[in-house]
């Protein structure tokens, strides 16, 4: 039967949908739900002859092979249209081998892509060249990023026509899973954001931390790695191939591929950096304290901008900031390892500026960790040296020698550290860091993780040992017997979250700081891993969709943002 194409055109919706393929007329609306590359490649063409854009991709007999029943006729001079067929079952996916994280999107033939479900469970394994969602004559590449062979980036929703795509081309989609992160811990109000493997963002949580989601979905394109968001409207046409961002408690420091730095926020933490724009060439990495940041440049120099007082200003140490390797903050001051191990430290006293105390033993250190007012170093013999604020952590005598430090975590006012042989030792404030209550259960320690007064170590057996403050997570009583195959565990200032073997959650202390997850307990399946704001939670799932709980002025409740990942 011949068929006119302006028939055909008429015929353009998802309940409604013919298409043309050499010549020949299909009814592939009952084929909508079922097609691999998604409804929306098959509704690009709805009413219209895709005959070119097919055969890219497809070989010529496809169709007369697993969906003969779709053709209802030739495309003619006239003629009235058919009546609706009854609803054909859907055509069956041509058989591929089994496509392994190498396999080029298409080969010579056009035929070596996968079925949905198997592009799904692959495009979580991470960035390389896998099967994408690609259509019979349209590719989607969902949540990344697809290259051609001269590895320039395509639209992420194009026809192959538009994206010059011919037969034996081979595309790569670079996949990533969801990231997220969050505002710093202990700030009045807190946020969101996550990072999708096309470079997307999203946004949630208060909006004077960037939890204005609607807007910056709009604005961030093509970001590599962030930390949070921020009103970005005055430097919005600056921020070009973001590749990283570093948060100060008000403000915001980008730097972009070209390793320039962008900041925004705050002047007062941070925002403004015009005073040493000029410097800021080359930039490798950025830490930040409360109100300020810190830039390591490729010549192993520093520039600091922010408030002076607490670290904003190293024109006193400037000299002897060469060779840097690592920068870490406390509240308000930084500290940088140097290539020969040795410490430089500047900003506030109080905080740990001042390393004068303790600096012929600062050698040969390999990392620092700072919180709040206080530094800890671990050094190459896997002893500890630590300085600040005496009361919190600063003054470690109580406690040495330390020897075989092998990690070391800190609370707001206490450190904790993991020796080689998995037991634990603790120092500082008394009440909320001594560990002397449950030493005998600290055996076999794999991780620690701290709230603001307390800590939760993971043994080797997967069970859960806390101590500290209760009412900030430190008495796991009450989900002690879930608290079996734990594999992961993240801590507000007043909760802790645990991640089991099976992907199921667990939380527990102040429920307004994520400790109650009872509400969103059904939907915590197949969590990959969790961030959190100062009150809040956020999991991320094995599908790339976020689920979060806790306090909503902490980015506790994401609903007006679900479409972000939809």
């Not at 931390?209 to 009103?231: A, E, P, S, T, Y």
């Not at 192993?300 to 390797?325: F, I, K, M, Q, T």
């Not at 671990?378 to 040296?385: N, R």
């Not at 600290?442 to 043994?459: K, T």
Request: hydrophobic share 40%.
């Amino acid at each position: 039967m011949a068929i006119s194409m302006a028939e055909v055109a008429k015929h353009n919706s998802k309940t409604d949908c013919w298409v043309v393929v050499a010549g020949d007329v299909l009814n592939v609306t009952s084929f909508l739900s079922e097609h691999p590359g998604g409804e929306l490649a098959i509704i690009t063409f709805a009413g219209k002859d895709a005959t070119e854009e097919f055969n890219m991709i497809h070989p010529p007999d496809v169709i007369s092979k697993y969906a003969p029943d779709s053709i209802i006729g030739k495309l003619g001079a006239g003629g009235a249209a058919p009546a609706a067929p009854a609803a054909p079952a859907p055509a069956p996916v041509a058989a591929a081998p089994a496509a392994s994280a190498a396999a080029p999107l298409l080969d010579n033939h056009g035929k070596n892509w996968s079925k949905a479900e198997q592009n799904r469970e692959m495009r979580m394994k991470g960035e390389g060249r896998i099967p994408g969602w690609i259509g019979a004559i349209f590719y989607m590449a969902g949540r990344g990023r697809l290259t051609n062979s001269s590895g320039e980036i395509l639209a992420g929703v194009a026809t192959v026509k538009e994206a010059g795509i011919q037969s034996g081309d081979v595309l790569t989609l670079h996949v990533k899973q969801t990231q997220v992160g969050a505002t710093m811990k202990g700030a009045c109000f807190s946020a969101f954001t996550a990072l999708f493997g096309d470079g997307s963002v999203v946004t949630w949580g208060h909006p004077r931390c960037g939890g204005d989601g609607g807007v910056l979905r709009q604005r961030l394109k093509d970001v590599q790695q962030i930390q949070d968001g921020g009103d970005n409207s005055a430097v919005q046409d600056k921020l070009k191939d973001v590749q990283h961002i570093q948060a100060s408690h008000g403000a915001f420091a980008a730097i972009l591929s070209d390793r320039s730095v962008v900041t925004w926020g705050c002047r007062f933490r941070g925002g403004d950096s015009s005073a040493v724009q000029q410097q800021l060439k080359d930039v490798q990495q950025i830490q930040a304290s409360h109100s300020a940041f810190a830039a390591i440049l490729a010549n192993g120099s520093v520039v600091a901008w922010g408030d002076p007082e607490e670290g904003g200003n190293s024109r006193d140490v400037d000299a002897e900031l060469r060779n840097v390797r690592q920068i870490q903050a406390s509240r308000g001051a930084f500290a940088a390892i140097l290539g020969d191990g040795s410490v430089v430290t500047w900003g506030d006293p109080e905080d740990g500026g001042d390393s004068s105390a303790v600096q012929e033993q600062l050698k040969g250190v390999l990392y620092v960790q700072g919180y709040l007012c206080s530094f800890a170093a671990i050094l190459s013999d896997e002893s500890v040296v630590t300085w600040g604020h005496p009361a919190v952590g600063g003054d470690s005598r109580a406690v040495q020698p330390l020897k075989a430090v092998r990690q070391i975590q800190a609370s707001h006012i206490s450190f904790a550290a993991i020796l080689g042989d998995g037991t634990v030792v603790s120092w500082g404030d008394v009440e909320c860091g001594n560990s002397s209550a449950v030493q005998e259960k600290l055996v076999d320690v794999q991780q620690i993780q701290a709230s603001r007064y307390a800590f939760a170590a993971v043994l080797g057996d997967g069970s859960v040992v806390t101590w500290g403050h209760p009412g900030y997570g430190g008495n796991s009583m009450a989900v002690q017997d879930q608290l079996q195959d734990v594999q992961q565990i993240q801590a507000s200032i007043g909760a802790f979250a645990a991640i089991l073997g099976d992907g199921s959650v667990v939380a527990w202390g102040d429920p307004e700081d994520g400790g109650d997850n009872s509400a969103v307990r059904e939907k915590l399946k197949d969590v990959q891993h969790i961030q959190a704001s100062s009150r809040a939670f956020a999991a991320v799932l094995g599908d790339g969709s976020v689920i979060t709980w806790g306090h909503p002025d902490h980015g506790g409740d994401n609903r007006c943002v679900q479409d972000g990942w939809a």
